[in-house]
């Protein structure tokens, strides 16, 4: 069995035009099941962040979140619906209301 | 277009992993459900139409302009005769600062003639004189650079025709462009400072339409503007549209009628990326390349553009239903750049 490598990325990200800086959201755990793909994320920052699309793949898939407004040193689960394979790449940009992305990096994919 | 960068990614990663995971942080965690229709906290593009499609749509109130009227929009100017019977169409086009929704709940900070993007869809006649007084409200120099054929005083471009006050237009300073209306064809028009991408992909551009002498066979007429985004500042873009607003037509297709003429005015401003698409599944449609000759030069259902490229299309649907229409580039089709027809009898 391939061994499953869950990385962090955080995008050297600019500012946007309004709203949350991504560089201040950070991606704390990750686990996947069959098309789906569940991520932690937590606002560092001193204001609040909110969660506005998600790119997996170069593609807009379809997520749920139970509040997509993260407020300061605030945690939030987020779940994408993605029909991954396992043992293959991904490639995750949570953006922001300001444009700006945290990205996340999926490697050697297995349920976990 | 992404370009991974995978070493740079991934030292920044396992220090930032490290730290993140040693925060303790406690976890509220979302059901993990599989989506349906009625739960407003999931995005419900799959619900909606197949395809993961945004946030539903932005609503145009937000923007001031809606990519749905924009189809329909021709703007033939303050129009009057002048000496020897000929027709002066004058148009004030004003540059201006603008934050933009590009898809639900992503906000932009767009540089617009006119409040939109793309501009105002310019349309006259071959042969017509043209004045467009050009005002720059913005934070920056801009200029607009019609294409046509037209005097190189009037071409806006830095640095040319300067000593009657054209070229590079200050913030607060304006010009009026004059030129007559040739060739019939679909062109556009963008500013043309530096840098040149730059200015181009916040949104300085606009469709430039004009119409052959003895016009064209009625149809319905739809201008499509294909452009792109890069929220980030990465320089690769991550939304792609036509008229602006990602999935936009997924939820609110085109409206077409049974066998009735169509006409697509479609022109390719995308920045970042070398070239788009156009395809329509399930019909096919007559190519005009740059709408210069009234003879097609081919029958197909994917068309090919390069930046700043143009076509005239032209099909009827012979079925009613409802059809995609969507970048050939899947990527870009993912990211925004898809769409319906609704054919209706």
């Known amino acids: 069995m391939k061994r499953a490598v869950l990385v962090v990325a955080l995008a050297a990200a600019a500012g946007g035009c309004g709203g949350s800086s991504a560089d201040e959201l950070q991606v704390t755990q990750a686990s996947l099941r069959s098309g789906q793909i569940t991520l932690v994320v937590h606002n560092a920052s001193e204001e609040t962040a909110r969660l506005a699309q998600v790119i997996v793949n170069d593609s807009f898939v379809d997520f749920r979140a139970s509040n997509r407004t993260v407020p300061p040193d605030d945690v939030e689960a987020v779940v994408l619906f993605y029909p991954w394979v396992a ?5 995750i940009e949570l953006m922001t209301s300001s444009g700006s992305t945290v990205e996340y990096e999926v490697e050697d994919a297995e349920a976990a | 277009m992404k370009v991974l960068r995978s070493t740079f990614t991934r030292r920044r990663a396992l220090a930032a992993a490290a730290s993140a995971l040693g925060a303790g942080a406690v976890t509220r965690l979302a059901s993990a459900a599989p989506p349906h229709h009625h739960d407003h906290s999931l995005v419900p593009g799959s619900a909606h139409s197949g395809f993961a499609s945004g946030d539903g749509t932005v609503d145009p109130k937000v923007n001031g302009f809606d990519p749905t009227q924009m189809l329909r929009d021709f703007d033939h100017g303050t129009i009057r005769k002048i000496a020897g019977g000929r027709t002066l169409r004058e148009w004030e086009l004003v540059a201006s600062d603008k934050e933009i929704e590009i898809a639900p709940g992503v906000k932009y900070a767009a540089w617009t003639y006119n409040g939109r993007v793309p501009g105002p869809t310019l349309r006259a006649n071959e ?14 120099p801009h200029t607009i650079h019609f294409h046509g054929i ?5 071409d806006g471009t830095p640095g040319i025709g300067e000593d009657i006050g054209g070229g590079l237009i200050d913030v607060g300073e304006e010009f009026t ?21 730059e200015h181009i992909a916040k949104g300085l551009y606009g469709a430039f339409i ?16 294909q ?12 939304v792609y549209a036509v008229n602006t607003v990602a999935f936009h037509f997924m939820y609110e297709p085109i409206a077409v009628r049974l066998d009735e003429p169509v006409r697509i005015y479609l022109a390719n401003m995308v920045e970042l990326d070398p070239v788009n698409s156009f395809h329509i599944p399930g019909n096919f449609f007559h190519r ?28 009827r649907f012979p079925y009613t239903g409802r059809y995609m229409f969507h970048a050939h580039k899947s990527e870009f089709a993912s990211l925004g750049w898809m769409g319906f027809f609704e054919v209706s009898a």
């Open chain 2, 127 to 140: 042969g017509d004189l043209l004045r467009i007084r050009f005002i720059n409200a913005g934070t920056h």
């Open chain 2, 150 to 154: 037209h005097p190189a005083a009037m």
């Open chain 2, 210 to 225: 004009i119409d052959p002498p003895d016009g064209r066979p009625p149809a319905d007429e739809l201008l499509m503007v």
């Open chain 2, 288 to 315: 005009f390349p740059t709408g210069t000759s009234l003879e097609p030069t081919e029958y197909t259902d994917t068309v090919i553009q390069g930046q700043g490229q143009r076509d005239v299309l032209e099909l």
């Open chain 2, 177 to 197: 462009y004059e030129f007559d209306a040739r060739p019939f064809g679909f062109h556009v028009y963008h500013c043309h400072a530096s840098p040149l991408a």
């Open chain 1, 87 to 91: 043992g293959e790449n991904y490639e």
């Open chain 2, 227 to 238: 452009n792109a985004f890069d929220p980030n500042f990465d320089e690769d873009n991550e």
